[in-house]
């Protein structure tokens, strides 16, 4: 089992729908915890970043970790084509640059 | 500010043979970490290098081997490539201070190894 798992999609949504991606974790330990999107031939950029339980907006994204469930959470509100990427969350623990990153949700948003 | 650069942007290799990846990170960023990048298995984490040491390490066997200068600038490193090494590598750095720090990626070096 992975420390971390990511439904690889792909999600297919119309404009401005409501999306939500997500993750769960086996790894307690875990308190950081970031969202990163990448588009086709590009690397990764963070999006945003919580510590340990609770709620960050940020513009048109949410970030939500319930670390009761080993579960995160991204919403993006009013997605756009431009949203069309792949996203993935990564996580590590308290003093540690060891980050694991889940397989990616690859994302379209159709005009 | 210039961003992450890594070279080559592609390689191909033939198994048995080795490969040096290299990285530039940003301007005043001292630590580099390396990441192998494929469908299946997603991001994985190779190694992150800080002022010249290895600070962290994955569970990578040892043909992964990297180093960094006093520039910072970082050097990945594959021996005795296997087909299974084909792959996106990624290096990212940060300032390193913090875990939170942001960590900003290059394009990544396309390895496929024949």
């Known amino acids: 089992q992975k420390e971390v798992e990511q439904d690889p999609g792909p999600l297919s949504v119309p404009e401005g729908a409501i999306v939500s991606l997500n993750c769960t974790y086996s790894?307690?330990?875990?308190?950081?915890f970031m969202w990163y999107r990448q588009y086709s031939r590009k690397g990764p950029e963070l999006l945003m970043y919580?510590?340990?339980?609770g709620n960050k907006e940020d513009g048109r994204f949410t970030a939500q970790v319930d670390k009761s469930s080993k579960y995160i959470s991204l919403f993006i509100r009013d997605s756009q084509p431009s949203d069309s990427a792949t996203y993935l969350c990564?996580?590590?623990?308290?003093?540690?640059?060891?980050?694991?990153f889940g397989t990616g949700t690859r994302l379209k948003v159709l005009a | 500010k210039a961003g992450v650069t890594q070279t080559p942007r592609y390689l191909i290799k033939t198994r048995g043979q080795q490969v040096t990846l290299s990285c530039s990170p940003i301007s005043g960023h001292r630590s580099v970490s390396w990441y192998q990048q494929t469908p299946g298995q997603g991001l994985q984490f190779l190694f992150e290098y800080f002022s010249e040491t290895q600070r962290n390490k994955g569970n990578f066997p040892g043909r992964f081997s990297g180093r960094q200068f006093s520039n910072s600038r970082s050097e990945m490193n594959v021996s005795t490539l296997e087909l299974g090494d084909s792959a996106l590598y990624l290096c990212a750095s940060s300032l390193g201070d913090r875990v939170t720090d942001t960590q900003y990626f290059g394009p990544g070096t396309r390895l496929t190894v024949l």
């Open positions: 790894n307690s330990a875990f308190q950081y």
């Open positions: 990564a996580m590590t623990t308290s003093g540690t640059y060891k980050y694991i």
């Open positions: 919580t510590y340990s339980s």
